[in-house]
């Protein structure tokens, strides 16, 4: 399979079964045990990020591109806490729902500002360029290039979260859990952290700060990395 295929799939996935999963994990609704670990595991992330953008004082008005940014679990706490954000995502229906959960919380429709585009053709400059939980869909190679992508985007710093290939055997077993019935043919790639760093230093940052998000079924690495001065 190669990497268009790869987008594709993904692509398609987010905007028909994928969709109507990951909008149920990433709400409030009521979800099975499999899909409340995840939901969970990822709002630990969520709120690992949200907490080291809030400890350093320094939100308002900064300028953040959340790319791949779901139904905006992110995008939103951050518009809410002062921050400027420009939202995208690959998928129309994660973008459209997205958009009405920031109008319902936040009553306005101006901040963050969503669009639907895949990260590879993002252009622009932001502060701080955030990818969560996306790499975890393109094979080393490909999420080498989003990465770098990333890099050239960020005049500051780059916050990235990845399935580490540490742990690969327990994933491995609970893999068919990511992508039930017949979407399963969405692959999900693990990364190993010393590959991220690596691609990280070769565009002039290294890691600040790391953490790591582990419950049943959801595995997540989270690294801040600053660009060198
Ligand atoms: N970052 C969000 C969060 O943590 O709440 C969503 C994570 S969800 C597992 C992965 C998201 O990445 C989906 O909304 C999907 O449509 C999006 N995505 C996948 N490939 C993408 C790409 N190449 N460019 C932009 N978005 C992409």
Redesign the pocket.
Known sequence: MNVTDD?TI??DY?NSTGFDR?RRI?GDGEVNKVQLDIRNG?QQ??DAVISWLTADNNLAGMSIC??????G??SIPLAQAGAKVYA????DK?VEEAKERALNTLGQGENPTFAV????TLSGSYHTVI????L??YPQDKAAE?ISHLCSLSQSRLILSFAPKTFALSILKKIGSFFPGPSKATRAYLHREADVVKILESNGFSVQRQSMTKTSFYFSRLLEANRHS
């Open positions: 987008k993904v692509k987010f990951w990433y990822h992330t969520v959340d790319a791949g940014c779901g139904v679990s992110l995208s995502d690959i998928s994660m585009q895949d990260l590879e990818c969560l939980d996306v975890i869909h989003m």
